[in-house]
């Protein structure tokens, strides 16, 4: 363990993960998050494998048990898969601790057996596909059983949208930083990646090691479990391009992750995939200034669950009722879960509904308030 590194780490260099990160380039905004060090989670753990030796020892990437009816399936980033399918020896290590045997790890190690890797994607690249930096290795058992049934698990969890609270955990490897290679995590609220179906936070600390590292939603401080809605990784390999530790990225999971997370639970040579759909959205709002100073009501809502802005889509044609609109507010009002509902208070103090709006019809009118006598 105390030899096992990235195959592809350059000499003299700490490995490079999750964001490449070897030391802040830049200083980081007033108010941005420091990472807590603490004893780590029995779901979350490090990877190590064989390789050229570089001396000194090191973690490499983060990993996270999975549930699924296998009870053997660890999620990690893609570039981490591609380190993790090259090797000839290579285990996980859940709750890691630095300088025990690899008996005496808290939960034992257990090999990895297999990879699953989306075959699109390509290694810490800035190109579309980067949003596909995910991966599952398969891992088999130990004395004890299952890594699950020894580790508990946590929940993968597609999504549509970008902004979300979680705490994110990772193992960085840096001599400098974290010399006990302790686990650290970080409570922040998620943005956009502009251009990209990925995530962005800021919290300082994240240096190679904490690639595959799970952003947890509905975290809990206790035990560690919840919902993983992204991993780090993604973008240039999780960081921004001056490298600096306190900017990270992860992909969040949308169909084709859905797709490896099913291949890898049912034990399944990943296929062939159609060609990457790129993300069409945008944080900025479609048309130019000059379009919208004539915009007379405006209201936001979950029109198509896709959490970015869509090129503009007419509902209805031009015509004379609309200009009797006085009041426009966008909710799921009927709460049945699908696309959200228009309420519309006309000039005469009529109130309606449009139900389950859609990208190309306004809905069902109903009457909430009749008109004013």
């Known amino acids: 363990m105390d030899n096992a590194v990235p195959l592809d780490s350059p000499p003299d260099r700490a490995p490079a993960a999750s964001a490449s990160h070897i030391g802040a380039r830049g200083t980081p905004p007033t108010g941005t998050p420091h990472p807590e060090h603490f004893g780590g989670h029995p779901m979350v ?40 399918e090259r090797a000839t020896h290579r285990i996980f290590v859940p709750q890691y601790r630095d300088g025990l045997s690899a008996a005496n790890q808290p939960r ?19 190109k579309p596909t980067s949003d596909l930096d995910l991966a599952f290795a398969q891992v088999d058992p130990n004395s004890r059983g299952k890594v699950e049934d020894v580790t508990g698990a946590l929940t993968f969890t597609p999504t549509t949208n970008y902004t979300h609270n979680v705490t994110v955990v990772g193992y960085p490897s840096s001599e400098r930083v974290n010399s006990k290679h302790q686990a650290i995590r970080c409570h922040v609220t998620t943005s956009r990646l502009p251009g990209y179906r990925q995530v962005r936070m800021t919290c300082t600390g994240f240096y190679g090691g904490v690639s595959g590292g799970p952003w947890i939603e509905n975290y809990d401080r206790t035990t560690g479990t919840g919902k993983i809605i992204g991993n780090t990784g993604g973008y240039n390999g999780g960081g921004n391009d001056a490298n600096d530790d306190w900017v990270t990225y992860a992909p969040i999971y949308g169909k ?8 890898a639970a049912a034990h399944r040579t990943v296929g062939a995939r159609p060609p990457y759909q790129p993300s069409a959205g945008s944080p900025v709002l479609p048309g130019s200034a000059g379009t919208w100073q004539h ?63 859609g990208v190309t019809r306004p809905g069902t009118e109903r009457t909430l308030v009749a008109t004013t006598p």
């Not at 990895?112 to 810490?124: C, G, K, L, M």
């Open 45 to 84: 753990g490090t990877f190590f494998y064989d390789g050229k030796p570089l001396g000194g020892k090191s973690t490499y990437c983060t990993g996270s048990v999975v549930h699924t009816a296998a009870h053997d399936i660890v999620l990690t980033a893609g570039h981490c898969g591609r380190g993790l």
């Open 108 to 126: 034992g190690v257990f090999p990895v057996s297999q990879t699953y890797i989306d075959p699109r994607y390509a290694a810490n690249t800035k």
């Open 295 to 357: 915009a007379g009501l405006l209201a936001s809502g979950d029109i198509r669950h896709s959490g970015h802005f869509d090129p503009t889509r007419q509902l209805l044609a031009s015509n004379s009722t609309w200009t009797h609109a006085r009041t426009i507010t966008a909710d799921d009002s009927t709460g049945n879960g699908a696309t959200d509902d228009l309420v519309i208070r006309w000039s005469d103090d009529e109130t309606t509904m449009h139900t389950a709006t």
């Open 256 to 263: 084709d992750a859905q797709s490896l997370f099913n291949d």
